[in-house]
């Protein structure tokens, strides 16, 4: 059974920093595209974060510079390093994984969704 545990989030103040998780169970996350999406309040969920099996990253241009994604092949694991947070970086941050960039791009809210973790920046 394919399982993504997000944790690490909590309640930063502006200017702060958090680094979130996403441990796999039952999938090798080093031969799949995964990516970190936030979903704030009364918004859309959106891709903030993306790594490649190949290592090749994307961010938006709301993070980029801020916040940085990177995968622990032994652990199986995802971390987004979020740095210099804003109020409006706060939001439910969901990991997801799958074969390709385009596949992770393509996502919708009615696909399956982990618990999420939830980051509050207050300024």
């Known amino acids: 059974q394919v399982q993504l545990a997000e944790s690490g989030g909590g309640l930063v103040q502006a200017g702060g920093s958090l680094r979130l998780s996403c441990a796999a169970s039952g999938i090798v996350l080093s031969s799949r595209a995964t990516g970190w999406y936030r979903q704030a309040p009364g918004k859309q969920r959106e891709l903030v974060a993306s790594i490649t099996r190949d290592g090749n990253i994307n961010y938006p241009n709301s993070v980029l510079g801020r916040f940085t994604i990177s995968r622990d092949n032994a652990k199986n694991t995802v971390y987004l390093q979020m740095s210099n947070l804003k109020p409006e970086d706060t939001g439910t941050y969901f990991c997801?994984?799958?074969?390709?960039?385009?596949?992770?791009?393509?996502?919708?809210?009615?696909?399956?969704w982990g618990q999420g973790t939830q980051v509050t920046v207050s300024s």
């Open positions: 997801a994984t799958e074969p390709w960039y385009a596949d992770l791009v393509r996502r919708r809210d009615g696909d399956s």
